[in-house]
T-cell receptor, first 115, second 113 residues
């Protein structure tokens, strides 16, 4: 079946503008994660959604970052008042619910460049 | 929180030789340890994972070992091939309500023909 998809694949924006990044998880996956990967670096956890539970926002770097997941499926990561240090690849992953598998499947990412 | 350290950061081997990448973790409650391979410009792909109730797992040329007491785990690739060249990331998670992965900083593996 279809894997995790993300859009846009690339986004160039000006400092101070808001951006929205979208993630479509694998159908049936109840867990959804957002990570950030800066150039040449590892992946940094941002936020985790599990079913209808309150999300784990412990990885969000500032209050300019927020995310929502509508209907337990599609998720949107919003960055307000973007800064140059927000430039990175934003990766989304999904997995089956607790007790049924830990494997996280990643999307292709959105490459964000803040000028 | 969890901290995962990975080394070496770069590794070059001759085709056919073995490659070993090592990671240590800090949270003794972590119980799931995947390894991801990321080719340039592509998404991370899971290549193998291990849970804390086993000490070793193999899949063809790839194996992972886990030492819970020492809190370290390693990736072993035998008979390396040029297509194994990529960045490899180790990760750890506690599972349950804390299933997000904490990643190591990555190892750039280059297999020389």
């Amino acid at each position: 079946g279809a894997g995790v998809s993300q859009s846009p694949s690339n986004k160039v924006t000006e400092k101070g503008k808001d951006v929205e990044l979208r993630c479509d998880p694998i159908s049936g996956h109840t867990a959804l994660y957002w990570y950030r990967q800066s150039l040449g670096q590892g992946l940094e956890f941002l936020i985790y959604f599990q079913g209808n539970s309150a999300p784990d926002k412990s990885g969000l770097p500032s209050d300019r970052f927020s995310a929502e997941r509508t209907g337990g499926s599609v998720s949107t990561l919003t960055i307000q008042r973007t800064q140059q240090e927000d430039s990175a690849v934003y990766l989304c992953a999904s997995s089956l619910g607790p007790g049924t598998g830990e494997t996280q499947y990643f999307g292709p990412g959105t490459r964000l460049l803040v000028l | 929180g969890e901290n995962v350290e990975q080394h070496p950061s770069t590794l070059s081997v001759q085709e056919g030789d073995s490659a070993v990448i090592k990671c240590t973790y800090s949270d003794s409650a972590s119980n799931y340890f995947p390894w991801y391979k990321q080719e340039l410009g592509k998404r991370p792909q899971l290549i193998i994972d291990i849970r804390s109730n086993v000490g070793e797992k193999k899949d063809q040329r790839i194996a992972v070992t886990l030492n819970k007491t020492a809190k370290h785990f390693s990736l072993h690739i035998t008979e390396t091939q040029p297509e194994d060249s990529a960045v490899y990331f180790c990760a750890a998670s506690r599972g349950g309500s804390a299933r997000q992965l904490t990643f190591g900083s990555g190892t750039q593996l280059t297999v020389l023909p």
